[in-house]
C-alpha cells in the first residue's frame, strides 16, 4: 500500500538526518522511502491520474514541501536538501508524529498554508485538514475531483444522447467523427446511408481529406442494459462486405456483448467498437454536447529559470 505524504514525513527527515550534514538528493530519498515501506514495483510506478508522475513520488515530493515550508529542511539546489536544527530537534522524540497538525506550531508554515488573496475562501489550512482525512496531496484531490466532476458529466451526456432524436442522433455522431479529424473539410465528406430506423444510423465518412479511403459507420441509440449482439456484428460485416470496405465503426449508447467483441475482433475486417461510455468520454473530449466553462492552469516553478 503507498503510504499518504504525511506518513513519508518523518522517514524523510530520518534519512536527511542519516546524511550527517551533507546535502541529499530528492531521488536518492524517494528511492530509500520505497524500500522502507516495502512497496512493489507495482507500487513505485502506479501513476497519477495524469500519467505524467508516480503517486509516491508526488507524495513525496509534497512532504518535502510541507517539510521545507516548516522550516524543517533547507533547499540548498535543485531537487537537494539538508536538514535544519528544527528538524534534528523534531526527531528527538521518536513517539512523535511528524504531520501537518505537528507543522502548525510553525508561524512559517502557517504562513504557508493560509490564504490571504481572498477571505471568503476556504484556506488552504483547512483544505490540509481534509486532506489528511483522505491521505491525498492537493495535485491528487484536484484530479480526483475533476475526475468525479467529468465522471459524472459524461453520464449526464450520455443519458440526453439516448433520448435525442434518430436524425439528431445521426448529425451528432457525423459532427464528432469530423472534429476528431476524419472527413477533413469538403462537403459531403460524411452523410448518411439510406434511411434512419429503429434507434439506428447507418453511414460512411472519407478517412481522409482527399477522400482516397472511407469508414463505414454503424451506431446503435439503445437504451442501457440493451446490449449489442454478435448478430448484429455479423449483419454489419456482411453489409460492409457488400460495400467492399475494409473499415468499419460499430457505435452504440449502450453496450456489446462479450460474444459480439469476440465477433468483431475475429472477422477479417477491421471493426472498431465504440460503447455508450467511450462515446460519452469522445463527446466530452471534443465539446460535442459540452463546452469548456472555466480553464485551470496547474502551475510549478521553473527550476531551470533561478539556476541562470
Known amino acids: 500500500m503507498i503510504p499518504s505524504y504525511q506518513d513519508c514525513m518523518r522517514p524523510f527527515l530520518e534519512v536527511a538526518h542519516q546524511a550527517n550534514g551533507t546535502e541529499v538528493k530528492l531521488r536518492d530519498v524517494v528511492n530509500q522511502l520505497a524500500d522502507k515501506f516495502g512497496l512493489t514495483e507495482a507500487e513505485r510506478q502506479q501513476a497519477l491520474p495524469s500519467g505524467k508522475q508516480p503517486i509516491f513520488d508526488n507524495r513525496v515530493g509534497w512532504a518535502k514541501t510541507y517539510l521545507t515550508k516548516a522550516g ?5 539546489r535543485r531537487a537537494h536538501f539538508l536538514i535544519t ?13 511528524i504531520d501537518n497538525d505537528y507543522l502548525k506550531q510553525f508561524d512559517e508554515f502557517i504562513s504557508f498554508t493560509q490564504k490571504t488573496n481572498d477571505a471568503n475562501t476556504q484556506s488552504i489550512a483547512e483544505q490540509i485538514d481534509t486532506e489528511s482525512e483522505k491521505d491525498i496531496t492537493p495535485d491528487e484531490a484536484l484530479r480526483a475531483a475533476y475526475k468525479k466532476i467529468n465522471d459524472a458529466l459524461a453520464q449526464d451526456i450520455l443519458d440526453r444522447t439516448r433520448k435525442v432524436t434518430p436524425a439528431f442522433f ?10 476528431m479529424g476524419y472527413g477533413g473539410t469538403g462537403e459531403g465528406a460524411a452523410h448518411a446511408l439510406g434511411k434512419t430506423g429503429d434507434n439506428g444510423v447507418d453511414g460512411v465518412i472519407d478517412q481522409d481529406p482527399l477522400g482516397v479511403d472511407q469508414i463505414y459507420i454503424q451506431a446503435k441509440r439503445y437504451a442501457q442494459g ?8 455479423r449483419d454489419f460485416f456482411g453489409a460492409l462486405n457488400l460495400k ?65
Do not use: C, P, W
Open 72 to 76: 524543517l529542511l533547507e533547499s540548498t
Open 85 to 97: 536544527a528544527r528538524g534534528i530537534t523534531a526527531l528527538q522524540d521518536t513517539s512523535t508524529k
Open 170 to 179: 445521426e448529425d451528432l455522431l457525423i459532427e464528432l467523427l469530423v472534429a
Open 226 to 233: 440493451n446490449n449489442v449482439s454478435a448478430g448484429d456484428i
Open 244 to 308: 467492399k470496405a475494409h473499415k468499419g465503426i460499430f457505435i452504440t449508447t449502450s453496450d456489446f456483448t462479450s460474444s459480439a467483441i469476440e465477433t468483431a475482433q475475429n472477422l477479417g475486417t477491421r471493426i472498431v467498437l465504440i460503447n455508450g461510455t467511450e462515446l460519452a468520454k469522445l463527446m466530452l473530449r471534443y465539446n460535442i454536447g459540452s463546452r469548456d466553462e472555466q480553464v485551470l492552469h496547474l502551475k510549478k516553478i521553473d527550476e531551470e529559470f533561478f539556476e541562470q
